[in-house]
């Protein structure tokens, strides 16, 4: 029951960017270069300083490494097949993989919205497979996974409510849309549990995998995005939050 409770706080921090879209509409790039740039680091941080070192406690060097890549190349999959969307320079949104869906090609804002929907819910999948993963080895080190996640569903909360509500949908449907894309990380998270319970050695590997996946989202969507929103902010978030993460973990 932690474990899921865990998952299902990270994955309800999306309905935080709707809620905040809904009452005080987008935020600035300085607010948001900050906050991408610190959840990024708070990320880096549990990877570097704590998931892979307790990872190779647990296991092999091999499981590691292999676990590491195989967290890279599910989040690179993802990305290339799924439909996402993140915030450009200009604070508006820009959609990846549009094509993959080539039935909303010219769709309505609204639909557009649901497009997004639906890539980022499944885009959660894997972050509930890293709470799962963090849980196997300790409780705090579930929890912090779990913080990092939630800083970074924070933003994708914006991304999905923005178009839903341009394209008139009303509030509540809105942040409950928003809501229900990010417990998709409540079912990464029992997919994890169910498959990681098995030895020390595959709890390693899904040690290495929660980071791999981590560093990717990092890399590929936290740090760009923030940079191209104010690269000095974005730079001092991340900073922050690497220090502040070296120190907790």
Do not use: W
Not at 113 to 133: D, R, S
């Amino acid at each position: 029951m932690e474990s899921l409770l865990y998952s299902f706080l990270a994955g309800s921090s999306t309905a935080i960017g709707a809620i905040v879209l809904l009452f005080f509409g987008p935020p600035g790039k300085k607010t948001m270069a900050s906050l991408l740039g610190f959840a990024g680091g708070i990320m880096l941080a549990l990877s570097v300083f704590e998931l892979m070192p307790e990872a190779l406690e647990l296991g092999s060097m091999a499981a590691v490494l292999g676990g590491f890549l195989l967290g890279c190349g599910m989040m690179f999959g993802v990305d290339r097949v799924l439909p996402h969307a993140h915030m450009s320079e200009s604070e508006n949104l820009e959609i990846e993989n549009p094509e993959n869906f080539p039935e909303n090609k010219n769709a309505s804002v609204l639909r557009t919205g649901y497009l997004i929907f639906f890539g980022i819910a499944l885009h959660n999948v894997p972050e509930g497979l890293a709470i799962g993963a963090g849980l196997e080895a300790s409780p705090e080190l579930g929890l912090f996974i779990a913080i990092a996640i939630g800083l970074h569903n924070i933003p994708e909360g914006l991304a999905v409510a923005g178009p839903l509500r341009a394209g008139g949908m009303a509030g509540g449907k809105v942040v409950l849309f928003t809501l229900s894309a990010g417990l998709m990380t409540v079912v990464g998270t029992s997919i994890g549990l169910l498959l990681f319970n098995i030895s020390p050695l595959l709890i390693a590997g899904s040690l290495a995998f929660a980071a791999g996946a981590m560093v990717y989202i990092v890399n590929d969507e936290l740090i760009p995005q923030a940079n191209g929103m104010h690269s000095h902010l974005a730079n001092a978030g991340l900073i922050v939050g690497m220090l502040l993460g070296f120190v907790i973990f």
